[in-house]
């Protein structure tokens, strides 16, 4: 099989592209091989390497920035993602895409599932929204996995790299407990998908057909941003690097933001579980093994 792989250098791509390789041949771009605000190369580069399966890790996930860019975050959320739908659909390959949970307005007391309306508060919420919405009208076969507060350990974009390095830089750290969230490790993201493609296994196309559709894929349960800094800390190897001494509860009001964000978005993974038969890891399980290095 044919697998093209966008976005192999993101938190989530660079998972891909090493577990892709054992379900076939791989062809794995970033930016600026492949350009998602140029929607008719891409598609010509879809058309070139013939994929039955696609995997976009690919995204403008810069949520802040999208305030004052909403024509880049729609290009590359929503127009680029509509044209790879119509590919994928055209070659019958299979689509697997991520969206988030922004695109709740987390004013639901409970747990999120796929039914619940969507209500972005931010252009990135909105273009991803489109981009899920594109995928869904395009007739083709496909996963989307919506996912929220995703992390890695290498690079240090994630919040869970800025913890570590803010705990060994300050003495005082002050984070909000008002954002409720299900945080989710990059590489567990990826295995999980891993688990859903070798499920399909030759017969990936049909296998999509029949369960294909929406899913939320995060790690289970939810947890506030203070909670979950206090969890990274306790679970730091390097603790002793660590001159931070105390953590303080504060508000988001404290960090004013360009972007709206959704208080309380925790995802249930239930209809993921039940369809594949696959057990999503607690949020902590995920993070023992992402600071484990495992
Ligand atoms: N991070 C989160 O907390 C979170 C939460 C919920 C859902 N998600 C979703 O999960 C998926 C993976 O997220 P992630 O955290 O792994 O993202 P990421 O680390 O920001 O990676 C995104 C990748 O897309 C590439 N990209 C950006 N602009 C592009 C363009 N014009 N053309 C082609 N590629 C471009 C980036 O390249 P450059 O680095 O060169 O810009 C980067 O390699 C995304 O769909 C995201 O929306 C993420």
């Known amino acids: 099989m044919q697998i093209l792989l966008l976005g192999k250098n993101g938190q989530l791509g660079g998972e891909f592209a090493r ?12 930016y600026p091989e492949i350009d998602f605000t140029k929607p008719d190369a891409l598609r010509q580069f879809v058309g070139e390497v013939q994929p039955g399966l696609i995997v976009n890790a690919a995204a403008y996930t810069l949520v802040d920035k999208a305030e004052e860019q909403p024509e880049i975050a729609e290009a590359i959320n929503a ?13 019958n390959a299979v689509l697997v895409h991520y969206s988030t949970d922004f695109v709740y307005d987390g004013t639901k007391p409970t747990i999120y599932v796929e039914d619940d309306a969507a209500n972005p508060l931010s252009v990135y919420g909105k ?9 869904m009208a395009a007739g083709g076969a496909y ?16 919040f869970v790299t800025k913890v570590l390095k803010w705990a060994r830089h300050h003495k005082t750290l002050r984070i ?14 990826a295995n999980l998908t891993a688990q859903v493609i070798a499920k399909g296994g030759d017969t ?7 369960h294909g559709g929406l899913y939320h894929l995060s790690g289970k349960g939810a947890v506030n941003r203070y909670e979950w800094a206090r ?3 306790a679970l730091d190897p390097g603790k002793a690097e660590q001159i931070v001494e ?16 959704p208080v309380h978005s925790p995802l249930s993974c239930e209809r993921f579980e039940k369809t594949f038969g696959i057990e999503v890891p607690p949020w902590r399980a995920m993070l023992e093994k992402a600071m484990a290095g495992k």
Do not use: H, M
Not at 19 to 30: C, N
Not at 79 to 91: G, K, M, P
């Open 204 to 210: 990936c196309y049909n296998f999509a057909q029949d």
């Open 127 to 135: 273009t991803k929204l489109a981009g899920d919405q594109a995928i």
């Open 79 to 91: 127009t680029a993602v509509r044209a790879l739908a119509e590919e994928s659909a055209r070659l």
């Open 246 to 261: 105390e953590i303080v509860p504060a508000s988001s009001a404290e960090f004013p933001a360009p972007a709206r964000r």
């Open 231 to 233: 969890a990274i800390l």
């Open 19 to 30: 577990i892709l390789p054992q379900f076939g041949t791989l062809t794995a771009v970033d």
């Open 176 to 189: 909000v407990d008002d954002q409720t969230g299900s945080p989710t490790w990059s590489k567990a993201l």
């Open 143 to 158: 996963f989307i996995f919506r996912t929220s507060w995703v992390y890695s350990v290498g690079g240090d974009q994630s």
